[in-house]
């Protein structure tokens, strides 16, 4: 079993930069990947970003590309993600996930744990 906490979140204006951490126990962390994912109302989840789990590999949803950055810290068991240039369409709740094995993948549903997410609002 694994446990993840994020934190971060916030109001943050256009233009604005956050950094989301999710910290994770329960498990060797190195043995997973990891990702975030986003869900705002009436949307599906999304991806943001996943990386392996040596932190050489990641890939990132189309509309955060060259803004979000995705890193992790294998010996503080955390993952985080940097994200600039915030506008009002990355208004979501931000879930943290990772799934057994060390490859990443884009499909939210290869992922087993969750955390409870963290609000992120990006006002105009």
């Known amino acids: 079993q694994v446990q993840l906490v994020e934190s971060g979140g916030g109001l943050v204006q256009a233009g604005g930069s956050l950094r989301l951490s999710c910290a994770a126990s329960?498990?060797?962390?190195?043995?997973?990947?990891m990702g975030w994912f986003r869900q705002s109302p009436g949307k599906e989840r999304e991806l943001a970003a996943v990386?392996?789990?040596?932190?050489?590999?990641?890939y990132y949803g189309d509309s955060v590309k060259g803004r979000f950055t995705i890193s992790r810290d294998n010996a503080k068991s955390t993952v985080y993600l940097q994200m600039n240039s915030l506008k009002p369409e990355d208004t979501a709740v931000y879930y943290c996930?990772?799934?057994?094995?060390?490859?990443?993948?884009?499909?939210?549903?290869?992922?087993?744990?969750w955390g409870q997410g963290t609000q992120v609002t990006v006002s105009s």
């Open positions: 990386i392996d789990w040596t932190g050489d590999i990641t």
């Open positions: 996930a990772s799934r057994t094995g060390g490859t990443a993948y884009s499909s939210a549903a290869l992922y087993n744990y």
């Open positions: 329960g498990r060797t962390f190195s043995d997973y990947a």
